[in-house]
């Protein structure tokens, strides 16, 4: 009885054995949502928290930190920065690299830019850069 | 798989930008598409990758007009999980000013699809401004080769390099082409 509704379950009912056959030699899935969308849950459930924004404003600020570097100032204890580093990680807006005997911590920006291509068209990224200056511009003027 | 090769001792470069995506294809696909010129000038501005794929040997990555924009060589060489290249830009005086520079791929297979980390690694210490180039070109090369293996069509995306890579650069009295 188990063995066989394991074998049913082998053979899902949405066809998507069928799919993966059909999927040509050179592995092209011709829909970039089926790779795009769980991903990008991870991704906005990860900047939706102040913190782990906090620590990737330290990454863009200086890239290739350590956990202690990064714990450094902060508010937060070692413990709640691994967590929040952990959740980062698995969203891809955090890489780690050992370099000797450090694990150094970087950010990944390429799912941010991967939102961008998928709402901003081609043609409105100068206009919004242009923007972007001008705000950026008019609030250093404020200093 | 052949033993490194003895150019550069990879633990002395120190990592200053590493990317990572995600991408629906085999390890054997995304491989190809990182060493062969028929690929690259799809996704890399129109730039041809042209790899003798063992430690040792030439990596070149060619601009459309024919010049030789890197003039590098193999130094680890795994097909297909790991490469890494010396990744030396050919401008003038730009590596006496900026020390060498080490390019990793790591392509490691997750799922049904493969994550490809790319290092950027460095001898010397360098300024943001210096490190803005590559920072600002990656993430649209791994974007547009992420879209080509996947649905067949390159982004079109046109970057210019970033204007304080180009004065940090003047500044060390690296000549500027063009």
Redesign the interface.
């Known amino acids: 009885m188990r063995v066989t509704s394991r074998l049913m379950h082998d053979k899902p009912a949405d066809g998507s054995a069928v799919w993966r056959s059909r999927r040509t030699s050179q592995e092209l899935t011709c829909n970039h949502l089926v790779a795009y969308r769980r991903p990008m849950d991870e991704v906005f459930k990860a900047l939706a928290d102040a913190s782990r924004r906090a620590l990737l404003d330290r990454l863009h600020a200086r890239n290739g930190q350590t956990l202690t570097e990064l714990c450094d100032g902060l508010a937060m204890t070692r413990q709640a920065v691994t967590k929040h580093l952990t959740i980062l990680e698995t969203a891809n807006l955090v890489t780690t690299r050992r370099h000797g005997r450090e694990k150094l911590h970087f950010l990944n920006p390429v799912p941010i830019h991967q939102i961008g291509e998928r709402w901003i068209r081609k043609f409105e990224r100068a206009k919004l850069t242009a923007l972007g200056e001008l705000k950026k511009r008019l609030e250093e003027g404020d200093d | 798989m052949t033993e490194p090769s003895q150019a550069v001792d990879i633990?002395k470069f120190?990592?200053?930008?590493?990317?990572?995506?995600?991408?629906?294809?085999?390890p054997e696909?995304v491989w190809e598409a990182l060493t062969s010129a028929e690929f690259s000038r799809r996704y890399f501005y129109g730039f041809a990758v042209e790899a003798d794929l063992r430690a040792g040997g030439d990596f070149i990555v060619r601009a459309p007009d024919g010049s030789e924009h890197i003039s590098g060589e193999v130094i680890v060489c795994e097909p297909p999980h790991r490469l890494t290249i010396t990744w030396d830009v050919n401008w003038p005086g730009l590596v006496e000013a900026l020390g060498r520079t080490l390019v990793t791929y790591e392509i490691e297979a997750a799922g049904?699809?493969v994550r490809l980390?790319m290092?950027e690694a460095h001898e010397r210490p360098l300024s943001d401004d210096i490190?803005s180039g590559g920072?600002q070109g990656w993430?649209?090369i791994?974007?547009s080769l992420?879209?080509l293996?996947?649905?067949?069509k390159p982004?079109?995306?046109k970057t210019s390099p970033p204007a304080r890579m180009l004065a940090a650069l003047k500044a060390l009295g690296v000549a500027l082409p063009g």
């Not at chain 2, 120190?14 to 085999?26: D, G, H, L, Q, W």
């Open positions: 633990s120190k990592p200053e930008t590493v990317y990572t995506i995600y991408i629906a294809a085999s696909r049904e699809a980390t290092t490190l920072r993430p649209t791994l974007s992420k879209s293996l996947e649905t067949g982004l079109a995306v």
